[in-house]
């Protein structure tokens, strides 16, 4: 049995910050990991080939950039530790089934003349909504780092000015509503409202509105970064950091339950039966429906709390990834260079019904061969294939649950539903035939869930980002990072601010620092 100040029990990028920002801090932190490697969705692995690094999940890292943990580097996770990032100009393109394209730059006058290619108005639409929402990115940002204010009290700040009062509104409607009232061309509505659905929601639900207000001035301020080496690099940077200051990580060790003691929480338990203790904190980068009450042992929770985890919205589709190992990189049909050039690059319907429909069809089960993106970080990269040759990330929204027979028939449908994707982008370009393609995976919905146990359900996010479900709400009201069991805490997906590389351990971490009687402020001037 081993006793440490702090166990942080599971290993993506969330739990891994606030073990860094403690270990820093001269606490002995012990993290505690289910997997082979640490990182969770932010990890990279050779799932084709070797020399081929793959992101296995998580791989844009645009809402991190303005995180003190990177922006003013408070870890010194890029001075010291060997995080570095790269940042294309051309952030994301989409290519319409009439070969048009809507490319966004970083550059906000070439993003305008891309929009003013489809419609004059809504270029000059889109600077106004640009100058007005940019406006208040700082607030708005510095918010997702720290912890927030209870819900109603963040209401009531916000409804003080016409500005906070129009942001509360967004909360309220969906993201199609947003470009629905400020555009007027369905191809500029289609291709912004999509950034909604990068969180895993549709982009038609009600109080997903407030995702473009951020995402639009944030990738004009900020760019997009992709860490040099794969995503799995920041991950293993604050792995260094942890290890040079003394922490330990227990890889391929399994949590099964708490250990409690009154209403104490003093360790965990692994699934061999091995106890480690923790004399100060338990830090949780788990999904919180995995946590409640399964890993309680039956210890009692406050009434109404179990039944409240399990009524979390969950996010509205999965993941269905696939992962190649090139010879060239994919040349798309359209003759736009831009759009060539895009890190990210979509495919979307002109028309407003087959975008609805295929957002409907995976709400009834019903998988899609054209709602994925496809991403070859190599050509910025290129330590991220051998010399010469490409990788292919190509990310797909899929159900969880499949009309005929549910979940487990993802072992029968799963090659079906990739090949569909695949034949896909093949009729968009122009040499993605067998002879360049040199290894290839894929992962269905199923496998994610099996492949990272926090994945519940294959949802990514833990739970959905809406509106009853962000800021003070997230995960539950009143119940942000510290949890109803004392020195237990939460820092994952599943708090605020959410789904996506955002870096919110930084926030978690305060509140622990808090209880602990340290003081944050000094350690990350140290």
């Known amino acids: 049995m081993s006793k440490y100040d702090v166990i942080i029990a599971g290993a993506g990028h969330n739990g891994l910050m606030a073990g860094a920002y403690l270990a820093k801090a001269g606490l002995n932190v012990c993290v505690v990991e289910h997997q082979d490697k640490i990182g969770g969705g932010a990890q990279t692995r050779e799932l084709t080939l070797p020399g081929f690094k793959h992101d296995v999940c998580s791989t844009w890292h645009g809402f991190i950039a303005p995180n003190p943990v990177i922006k003013d580097d408070e870890l010194e996770l890029q001075a010291k530790y060997g995080l570095k990032y790269l940042k294309p100009e051309v952030m994301t393109g989409v290519i319409f089934d009439d070969d048009s394209v809507f490319v966004l730059h970083q550059n906000l006058d070439k993003t305008c003349q891309s929009i003013a290619k489809i419609s004059e108005h809504d270029a000059v639409a889109y600077r106004k909504f640009h100058d007005w929402s940019i406006r208040m990115l700082d607030m708005l940002t510095m918010g997702m780092f720290n912890p927030p204010p209870p819900f109603g009290a963040q209401m009531a700040m916000m409804d003080q000015s016409p500005e906070g009062r129009e942001l509360i509104r967004a909360q309220m409607i969906s993201a199609w509503d947003v470009v629905d009232e400020i555009f007027e061309n369905d191809k500029i509505k289609i291709a912004l409202s999509r950034y ?44 260094r950091l942890i290890e040079a200051n003394g922490g330990t990580i227990k890889l391929s060790s399994t949590v099964k339950e708490f250990k409690i003691s009154d209403d104490e929480v ?25 946590m409640f009450p399964g890993m ?33 990189v994919p040349k798309f049909k359209s003759s736009d260079k831009d759009v060539n050039d895009a890190f990210w690059i979509e495919f979307s319907s002109c028309s407003k019904e087959e975008y609805w429909n295929a957002f409907h069809a995976l709400d009834l089960g019903y998988p899609r061969d054209d ?52 034949s896909h982008l093949r009729e968009r370009t122009t040499n993605m035939g067998d002879n360049n393609i040199l290894g290839r995976s894929f992962m269905t919905p199923l496998d994610f869930e099996q492949h990272n146990p926090a994945f519940v359900h294959a949802d990514i996010g833990h739970i959905g980002c809406f509106n009853w479900q962000l800021s003070g709400n997230r995960p539950l009201p009143g119940w942000n990072y510290r949890m109803p069991l004392k020195k237990l805490y939460l820092s994952s997906s599943s708090s605020h601010p959410g789904t996506g590389i955002v870096g919110g351990g930084r926030a978690a971490v ?10 944050f402020d000094k350690v990350v001037k140290k």
């Open 510 to 519: 305060q509140v622990v620092m808090e209880d602990l009687g340290i003081d």
């Open 266 to 290: 003093t360790g965990v338990i692994l699934t061999t039966g091995e106890e480690i203790l923790a004399g100060k904190a338990v830090v949780s980068g788990m999904s919180i429906k995995q």
């Open 371 to 422: 709602l994925y993106l496809s991403i070859s970080y190599s050509k910025w990269d290129k330590t991220r294939a051998p010399a010469g040759k490409h990788t292919l990330y190509l990310y797909g929204f899929a159900p969880y649950d499949l009309a005929d027979g549910g979940a487990q028939m993802w072992k029968e449908k799963g090659q079906e539903v990739a090949d569909g994707i695949l």
């Open 296 to 328: 309680t042992g039956g210890h009692p929770l406050p009434e109404g709390f179990a039944q409240s985890v399990k009524n979390l919205s969950p996010s509205n589709f999965a993941p269905i990834h696939q992962h190649l190992a090139l010879n060239e």
């Open 196 to 239: 909604a659905s990068e969180a895993m929601i549709n982009p038609f639900v009600k109080g997903t509105g407030f995702t473009l207000f951020i995402f639009i001035p944030m990738i004009h301020k900020y760019g997009g970064g992709i860490p040099e080496g794969g995503s799995g690099e920041l991950s293993e940077a604050m792995g």
